[in-house]
């Protein structure tokens, strides 16, 4: 893909293959000179990320690692990174990586300079305002998967081990200085990744446009996410060093990212207590809700949805859209059911208690009653639609 881009849509973002060359640029604009980048494990001992640190070697920079993050990231994983930046004497950090590496990169350093608890600035009214900006340190964001569009973000998801819930660490300045979206760091994903991550951007973009509430520039990104999405997750599956899809995906998630602050739904309701307790993929879990939430919303979200699927060339109906989601499911390989998922009934009843209770849930057009969060939750595991 030859397409070389800069945006300052929502934060300054250098779009474009190669471009993870710019990474001591972008520190140097982001003002930062000693870097703690902040990574998952597995991701630090691949090429991608190794070649990163040669690069930042070569210019001089003298960079530290932190990769003690778990996928669905847990407190402690935050914890010991926030240490690890104090004690080395960093003064900002390159959020590297999937929603995992990225979240916890974020949440880091925002932490640097804070004397309260990382719970007391949950995504809860105006609890961000306790947090003192100064001691907010600077971020560069360098996405590898395409699906969360964390990087482009203000929020950081960690789970709360004690209570098994994910929770949302919120502050407007968390938003990364910089990001590097540089699609060719997203070619190394395994298929499973590449789809689910894939299907987390498509769940940003369908449940933010269905989201109640006026928000018509939120709405305009979701629509054209859709389409890049629809459009592309094949292509990146068939042809998985393929630039220019890649590229299309990589867009597709910094948009949903950017649309669902109008708000997001039941998918993510439900994948979010599903992914705490079980473990499970995130946009993986949210690929399986996506149909059954779809028809749990129908009577809601027919007419939107109808605009939708003449935008993206289907037949302008609800139908012609519920088969374009099935067949790609089942095009990409995504499980039908949770059964498939590995996802057992034992923990159904929680499922309930916290969906309801989600940040997410408020965004669904119908209201998520625990009745109703029950019923999409048997059928996706039944395959009942
Ligand atoms: N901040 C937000 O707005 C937001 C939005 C949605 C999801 N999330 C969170 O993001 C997390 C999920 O992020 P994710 O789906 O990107 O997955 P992830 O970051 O957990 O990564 C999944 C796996 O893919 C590997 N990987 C990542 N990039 C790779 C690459 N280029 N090559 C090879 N392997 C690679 C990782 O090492 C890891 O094993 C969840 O915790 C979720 O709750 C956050
Ligand atoms: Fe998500």
């Not at 090429?47 to 402690?76: R, W």
């Not at 099935?326 to 923990?347: A, Y």
Request: charged share 20%.
């Amino acid at each position: 893909m030859a397409t070389k881009a800069n945006w300052n849509y929502p934060t300054a973002v250098r779009f474009g293959a190669g471009r993870i060359a710019e990474l001591p640029d972008a520190l140097k604009a982001a003002g930062i000179t000693r870097p703690l980048l902040v990574t998952d494990a597995g991701l630090a001992r691949l090429p991608v990320t190794q070649d990163a640190l040669a690069l930042l070697k070569a210019a001089g920079i003298e960079a530290g690692l932190f990769a003690e993050v778990k996928p669905n990231p847990v407190a402690g994983n935050v914890e010991a990174g926030i240490n690890a930046l104090r004690e080395g004497g960093y003064d900002g950090v390159i959020a590297f990586g999937g929603g995992s590496g990225l979240d916890v990169g974020k949440v880091i350093a925002f932490m640097a300079g804070q004397t309260r608890p990382m719970w007391d600035f949950e995504d809860i009214g105006d609890w961000w305002t306790r947090a003192d900006p100064k001691g907010i340190f600077p971020i560069v964001a360098v996405p590898t998967t395409a699906g969360t569009g964390s990087e482009v973000g203000r929020a950081g998801v960690i789970t709360d081990e004690a209570t098994h819930t994910k929770k949302v660490i919120f502050h407007p300045l968390m938003m990364p200085k910089v990001v590097i979206a540089d699609p060719e760091l997203t070619v190394g994903m395994p298929t499973f990744i590449t789809v689910g991550t894939g299907f987390d951007a498509l769940a940003h973009c369908l449940e933010a446009y269905c989201a109640p509430g006026y928000h018509p520039l939120a709405d305009g990104i979701a629509v054209e996410g859709v389409r890049l999405v629809l459009e592309n997750l094949p292509k990146v599956v068939s042809y998985p060093t393929g630039i220019e899809a890649r590229g299309h995906m990589m867009s597709a998630a910094a948009m949903g990212a950017t649309a669902f602050q109008k708000g997001l739904g039941a998918i993510h309701a439900l994948s979010h207590p599903v992914g705490s307790l079980h473990d499970t993929h995130h946009g993986m879990t949210n690929a399986v809700f996506m149909p059954y939430v779809l028809a749990a919303n129908r009577e809601a979200i027919e007419e939107r949805i109808e605009r939708l699927a003449a935008y993206c060339g289907l037949d302008p109906s609800f139908d012609a859209f519920m088969a374009a989601v099935l067949d790609l499911r089942k095009q990409l390989g995504v499980p039908h059911t949770l059964k498939d998922l590995k996802v057992g009934p034992q923990n159904r009843e929680t499922i309930g208690d916290m969906a309801i209770v989600d940040p997410t849930a408020g965004g669904n057009p119908v209201r998520l009653t625990r009745d109703l969060a029950l019923e999409i939750f048997d059928n996706a595991r039944e395959g009942r639609l």
